[in-house]
């Protein structure tokens, strides 16, 4: 424990040196962080090089994140879906962002599957390529032959990644509590909320048997469909640390060249693409949240292939119908259908002028409802809905943006293939799909008993609540809480006032009494020192000491101000 906190402070003093690095000296002085840095910095806050100047602020606040590491660059990767909490400028630096890994060493590697799996490496893989196909900041990827002979992947976790990642997740809750406030006047509501998130989602990228399960959930789902495949990994070979999935041969989908060579109609394999990740979203409310070329195959007999399933969006039902509520809203050019679709996928929207949001999304409506369909594009529409979110505040959940980054990258991916292809065509008919859905009968009655489910739990509880309420009414027990707000400054600078009163008068009353031990009658036991009782000298040593910390009260209140 007292390891960690060492380790945690030494941390903690090397991000403040990077922030005053790159000239970010408002996040160190405003906050405890200036605790943590030396008097002789304090004094001129000079760094070696002002080039950092040169640049934006959010360019440097990039550079931070790049120069304190991999859980810093995955935390910034992260926060670049999310819209709502930061500004568009500050997403498009955090999406520069490359946590680029070196690999590791392939023995290192071999002993790890070795120990996980509990048995010699030779036992389990007739073959293993010492050398990866991939690597990221939190494991690396191998080809092998199961001794079955069945070609797979071995992704293996890097050694000591875990408490790496526990480290640094600490770390950042320290900082949230050191640099809360600071973040809340910049506009960040919820900094704590925002760590507690990442931290689950790491949990989950820590653990491969979450990424096994997300597999087998799309396997099946997609169980009776010929053109799109999802490998199979192997449980009974796969542990936290260790996964094993089956080698999936194709080429990239944006490989133009080949998919021609293969015969294929590249328009024809982005339309598949697109009307496979639409299923997923809409009918399925489980969707793949990094749908980039790399990770989407195509083989020679047209299949599509979606591999690394890290990273993986859920919708509820209302949530999937709200969304579309929003597409659905722009088509028919309807604003107040729009914004109240907002409000329902909203996990909390408090809107102070509803005209004025209105009046937005009717902006553009216009813009959007001006231009030709071939004119249209995914991206711009992403950004300005993101926009809005972000200047209304409005609490929309994670997978929302997730979706709005896949469509773009899929929309990029389909203009490589498809010189006249348009997101929008294709999510219209999904939109109207869903309207039928959300209305039908079966779901209006679903909708009915859950509501008459709710309706007679409360009936139920009814009685008894209001018994109670009334038996504390009738006992003087009831209680009704006031907070009054605004009010803390005002409260904590009063106390500061009678503290340093009284403070005053202590020092005042021990002069005076000092003065009168001067001109006293004693014992003659009473010491001497100078001619001076020693009384008087006690007297003089406590006046002093209250002195004293009534100055440092004075010092510590002109720093803060």
Known sequence: MFKNTISNLTRLKEVGEVLLKYGFEDVVTTTPLRRLVGAGRRVSW?????????????????????????????????????ADLLPEALIDEFEKLQSNVPPFDVAVARQIIADELGRPLEEVFSAFDDVPIGSASIGQVHRARLRTGEDVVVKIQRPGVQDKVRGDLALLHELVRLTGGFLRNQGLANPQDVVDAFERSMSKELDYTAEARAMEQFRKLYADYTNFYIPRPYRELSTAKVLVIEYVAGCKITDRAQL???GLSPAKVAETGMDIYLTQIFEFGVFHADPHPGNVLVQPDGRLVLIDFGMVGKLTKQQKYAFAGVFIGMARQDARGMAASFR????????????????DLSLLIEDFALLDVKEMSMGDLADRLQTVIYDYKLQVPGAIF???????????????LHPSFNTFEFVQPYGARIVREQYS?????TEAEYTGTQLLALLQTLPADVRQIVRKISKGELRVKVELSGYTTLLRKADQLVSRTILGLLCVAGLVFSGFTLVGHYAPTMRYYRGVPEITWWSLGITAFFLLVLLLLGTRRERKA
């Open 402 to 416: 997730l979706i709005l980054r896949a469509l773009v990258i899929l929309e990029g991916i389909g203009k490589v």
């Open 260 to 262: 021609e060579a293969w």
């Open 46 to 82: 000079q760094r070696a090089e002002r080039t950092v100047f040169d640049t934006t602020r959010w360019e440097r606040a990039r550079l931070v994140i790049e120069e304190l590491g991999p859980t810093f660059i995955k935390l910034a990767q992260a926060l670049s879906n999310r």
């Open 344 to 359: 329902r996928l909203a996990l909390t929207a408090e809107i102070p002028d509803m005209r004025a949001f209105e009046s």
């Open 441 to 445: 009968p079966e779901n209006i009655l």
